[in-house]
């Protein structure tokens, strides 16, 4: 039988993505609500429970109160919030992220979709780790970039209002001042990290695409590792993987700038490593669609992976 799912919240900007690359398929079926009926508890509750799988695409709030109603046990979820990402009983969705992973999003009823920095960020981190490379109690500070799109709704019409007074002023801008970053503890958690890092996000004048950036001195790694060992590294971790691969050292050092667009509309990742052995120092660089890795996509990956089919099915 055909499984059927619910994209709850399909009107928003992940939601309208995840719903682009379903409607295609023919090894699912898609099923929606009555627009009239979408804030009608007994309707909702209805699909939530007769789906296969429900993908839900909802502030934290509303993603909390759409698994309670949720009382048919062989639903899947996959909450594409905040909420649950490092909630005990529900899956980190980020298949690439070790070894045993994919397994675990596979054999899950529940998983939590990363958001987008976390994703560049964890992807950095998390074979360094476990390859004892990196301490896990070492400070970090991570720098990134976003297109616009990744703040919803409200920020899409700020920036792409042509009347604004700043329109043609302002490229980027930063923000989370106060060092809270709503990724901080998922980054931290499934990063492999005992201390806190410190998150510096910035949003750019352009539609989709990021980059998620971690400086790192070498001495302050374990043993006397060298830039060579650390891409060795990365690269042993995610060999064989169709989305997330790790540019050669050649290809990075003829690179003379860093295009934030660079794999947008696509479920791919790419990992880059800059510096010198000669100042001691790397810039590991992760590239990604935040629309795609950081969102839509991955939810259709941990979809196709929970239902048993191709993981690269509508990617």
């Known amino acids: 039988m055909t499984p059927k799912v619910f994209i709850d919240g399909e009107a928003g900007t992940t939601g309208l993505q995840i719903r682009e690359r379903l409607l295609p398929r023919n090894d699912l079926q898609l099923v929606s609500i009555d627009p009239d009926r979408r804030k009608d508890p007994a309707a909702r509750a209805a699909m939530l429970n007769d789906a296969d799988a429900v993908i839900l695409c909802l502030p934290d709030e509303a993603a909390v109160e759409a698994v309670a109603l949720i009382t048919n046990p062989a639903v899947k979820v996959i909450d594409a919030s905040t909420a649950h990402r490092t909630t005990p009983g529900w899956t980190y969705g980020f298949p690439e992220m070790d070894e045993t992973q994919r397994g675990r ?3 899950s009823s529940r998983v939590s979709n990363p958001g987008c920095y976390a994703t560049g960020a964890i992807a950095l981190t998390r074979p360094l780790v476990t390859a004892d490379i990196m301490p896990p109690d070492l400070p970090l500070s991570f720098n990134a970039v976003s297109g616009y799109s990744g703040g919803g709704k409200a920020m899409i019409a700020e920036f792409e209002d042509e009347s604004a007074p700043n329109f043609t002023r302002v490229p980027y801008r930063i923000y989370a001042l106060g060092l809270g970053h709503k990724h901080l503890p998922e980054i931290q958690a499934h990063g492999g990290l005992l201390t806190r890092p410190i998150f510096t996000p910035a949003v750019g004048r352009y539609y989709q695409g990021m980059l998620v950036e971690l400086p790192l001195h070498l001495g302050m790694l374990n043993g006397n590792v060298s830039m060579a060992e650390i891409h060795d590294a990365l690269t042993r971790h ?23 667009e660079g794999l947008n509309n696509t479920n791919r990742l790419k990992i880059f490593v800059f510096g010198s052995e000669t100042s001691g120092q790397v810039r590991l660089v992760a590239l990604l669609d935040n629309l795609g890795k950081g969102a839509s996509g991955a939810a259709v990956q941990n979809l196709n992976l929970m239902l048993g089919l191709k993981e690269g099915a509508g990617l």
Request: zero cysteines; proline letters at 4%; glycine letters at 8%.
């Open 105 to 107: 999003v596979a054999a």
């Open 238 to 260: 995610y060999a064989g993987e169709k989305f997330v691969d790790v540019a050669s050292l050649d290809e990075s050092k003829a690179i003379g700038t860093l295009d934030p």
